[in-house]
């Protein structure tokens, strides 16, 4: 970390302009991001009070942990930078974002990838689903995928910051990214941080390929149940998360390849914005609010905490009236 004394802070000029678009900008960003803050915070808060919700709800609830990591690491200082027209950020919170937004967005990948084995599973092999999928397969498949984000974006951080900023310091991005630390390093020899990046966008294509070939076989599988509502109500459960799956990972690779293999521009910006806020704030909507077992788990929390409120009054009204 030879660097620290060198550069003290970074500029984040990821979304300059004018005074009112920066605010429409940063108004937008709050709205989606309480949004999914609320949308994730109730997953989380319901899988792991209502015990009857196991296997398929194990994998949303660290989903959503992912969701509002990937979100919290960016958004609050994105926003708090437009409002205050103040756009820098000190070196150790550039190099927690540098962390963290890794972090979060393989952990997101891999996470999708063991749900789309899950749902194979459910799909294609029913009667020995409760055999494959128990409840330490996954508990290992989870905290391998936690593990395995967590060391690859340790090595990511150590490659991008045991390399030289002495020169200028203003990122291309609204928040730290790798990439446009690259473009400003004074050292020379990046090769070994590319390599990383390319070699971690053939593992993402790895497991997009996994889901995709998930996917094949379970459309196949769909396609041979005699019930037409049967067919139409598996097709729209499945599509919208081969959607969501789709427009994450190719933001995410356009987002980072782009500006290693060319000059950057605000579509990367965009797509950054897409891949930060649209999968956090979709999934709580695609994978579990339209799911039966969880607005069923939601209405019995919400009857049991208002039994509890009517069970703790209701002595306090009668010894009113009596």
Known sequence: MKNISV????????????????????????????????????????????????????????LSLSDVCLMSSTVPKTVANSLTHINSISFSGCVMQVFLVPFAAVAELFLLTAMSIDRYTAICHPLHYELIMNRGQCVHMVTLSWLSSGLISIIHTAGTFSLTYCGPNEIQQFFCDIPQLLAITCSENVTAEIVLILINAVLDLCCFICIIISYIYIFSTVRKIPSTEGRSKAYSTCLPHLVVVVLFLSTAFIAYLKPILGSTSVTDHVLSSFYILLPPSLNPIIYSLRNKAMRAALEKLITKKLWVREYHFSPRIKAFYS
């Open 7 to 62: 550069v003290a802070e970074f500029l984040l000029l990821g979304f300059s302009g004018p005074s009112r678009l920066q605010f429409l900008q940063s108004g937008i960003f709050v709205v989606i991001y309480l949004l999914a803050l609320v949308g994730n915070g109730l997953i989380v808060t319901i899988a792991s009070l209502d015990p009857c919700l196991c296997t398929p709800m194990y994998f949303l609830k660290n």
